[in-house]
């Protein structure tokens, strides 16, 4: 089964509004990362979060990892229009070396004008 | 999205053809990927290439073939394809494979149409 799954799969909000996105993973984990993907091209990277590390900020985006339940959460606040992407947890697992990301099937968000 | 550039950006082929993927990345980076993403299914990671050397092979059929040349350059070779294998492309790199803060940075992909 895959590492992980976003929660919910699709997502519509006004704009202004604030937007979470949760992720569920199974197996240890190095970190947590976030991207965004617009229609159709590549993935863009958001956020990080370290495995010892419980919240992060970056903009108007906020994180949060709780790695007692696998979890980690992803707020966008002040939603805009653009905000409007697909969007993807994927963790590094813990074990070192070059292993890739193990990405979850994503949370599409729309943000109505 | 510049750093990391791929072509060709759509490609459509029949079971027979052969064509090849390329992938450049104009950020120094050590580790190259290639990951396949196919309509409601999460990113599957295919190949990994650290240091010119591969790493990870993923099971992936041989029907798929990565070459690496050097650090800024990654092919992917396909001859006889299926059409299950028509999907978005995406290659990635970074720097620090392994480190606990490495992140990865996408190419635009590349639509591939198996006929």
């Known amino acids: 089964s895959q590492q992980g799954e976003e929660d919910p799969q699709a997502l519509s909000i006004q704009e202004g509004e604030n937007a979470t996105m949760n992720c569920s993973y199974k197996t240890s984990i190095n970190n947590l990362q976030w991207y965004r993907q617009n229609s159709g091209r590549g993935l863009v990277h958001l956020i990080l979060i370290r495995s010892n590390e419980r919240e992060k900020h970056s903009g108007r985006l906020r994180v949060t990892l709780d790695t007692s339940k696998k979890s980690s959460s992803l707020l966008i606040t002040a939603s805009r229009a653009a905000d409007t992407a697909s969007y993807f947890c994927a963790t590094d697992a813990n074990g070192g070396g070059a292993d890739g990301l193990t990405f979850g099937k994503g949370t599409h968000l729309i943000i109505q004008p | 999205e510049t750093g990391v550039t791929q072509t060709p950006r759509h490609l459509v082929m029949g079971m027979t053809n052969k064509k090849s993927l390329k992938c450049e990345q104009h950020?120094?980076?050590?580790?190259m990927y290639w990951y396949k993403q196919s309509a409601k299914k999460p990113l599957e990671l295919m190949f990994v290439?650290?240091?010119?050397?591969?790493?990870e092979n993923n099971s992936v059929p041989s029907r798929f073939s990565p070459e690496c040349p050097n650090s800024s350059h990654l092919f992917l070779h396909l001859h006889t394809l299926q059409p299950e294998d028509s999907a978005l492309y995406l290659c990635a790199s970074s720097q620090e494979p392994g480190q606990d803060t490495d992140t990865q940075y996408f190419g635009p992909g590349t639509r591939l149409t198996v006929l």
């Open positions: 290439y650290s240091l010119e050397e591969r790493v």
């Open positions: 950020l120094g980076h050590n580790a």
